[in-house]
Antibody, heavy 121, light 106 residues
Framework: QVQLQESGPGLVKPSGTLSLTCVVS?????????WSWVRQPPGKGLEWIGE???????NYNPSLKNRVTISVDKSKNQFSLKLTSVTAADTAVYYC??????????????WGPGTVVIVSS | DIQMTQSPSSLSASVGDRVTITCRAS??????LNWYQQKPGKAPKLLIY???NLQRGVPSRFSGSGSGTDFTLSIAGLQPEDFATFYC?????????FGQGTRLEI
């Protein structure tokens, strides 16, 4: 059973950099899956941030593309999110999730419990 | 980007009712449509993938249908644990957008 767990600072100052890590257990980050970040502002819906494959390929949401970097540390079976130049609009619950692919199917099947990040001075 | 629009935004129902939630994509997404259930303070949970395939462990009272741009999620015989917010999501192309959510209330 794959499990994901997010961690990182819960408070980030405006114009600073948000940095989160997602540790994967019960499975290898070097599998055929992609690994994603999704966020949810308070009281709002879900926004896909981006994803990475263990070999280094990435896809990002164009709405955040210039500020986002997702990277992998295969030795620790974890992946990370960096979001620069944050504002209050980046306050949200941040989830990491596994994006699994099959024959003509694609879905987020395992999620971390989420971590709250507040952008405030 | 492909925009996903759900209706209704909220829905009141009773235990035992049958309810239907619709999701419309701004362009064809073939069958790359998934449904998630989210309860307060919890991560989303995959319910249905590829329009109509139930994820392991999801009760058979949940069903999905549709193709192209129009899709539905139905719940037959609502149970108390089903009251939550439901999201559709397209996985046809990036960015993998979600619908705005449908809150199912008692």
């Amino acid at each position: 059973q794959v499990q994901l767990q997010e961690s990182g600072p819960g408070l980030v100052k405006p114009s600073g950099t948000l940095s989160l890590t997602c540790v994967v257990s019960g499975g290898s980050i070097s599998s055929s899956s992609w690994w994603s970040w999704v966020r949810q502002p308070p009281g709002k819906g879900l926004e896909w941030i981006g994803e990475m494959y263990h070999r280094g390929s990435t896809n990002y949401n164009p709405s955040l593309k210039n500020r986002v970097t997702i990277s992998v540390d295969k030795s620790k079976n974890q992946f990370s999110l960096k979001l620069t130049s944050v504002t209050a609009a980046d306050t949200a619950v941040y989830y990491c999730a596994r994006h699994d692919y099959g024959d003509y199917v694609s879905y987020f099947d395992y999620w971390g419990p989420g971590t709250v990040v507040i952008v405030s001075s | 980007d492909i925009q996903m629009t759900q209706s209704p935004s909220s829905l009141s129902a009773s235990v035992g009712d049958r309810v239907t939630i619709t999701c419309r994509a701004s362009q064809s997404i073939s069958s790359y449509l998934n449904w998630y259930q989210q309860k307060p303070g919890k991560a989303p949970k995959l319910l249905i993938y590829d329009v109509s395939n139930l994820q392991r462990g999801v009760p058979s009272r949940f069903s999905g249908s549709g193709s192209g741009t129009d899709f539905t999620l139905s719940i037959a015989g609502l149970q108390p644990e089903d009251f939550a917010t439901f999201y559709c999501q397209q996985s046809y192309t990036t960015p993998y957008n979600f619908g705005q959510g449908t809150r199912l209330e008692i």
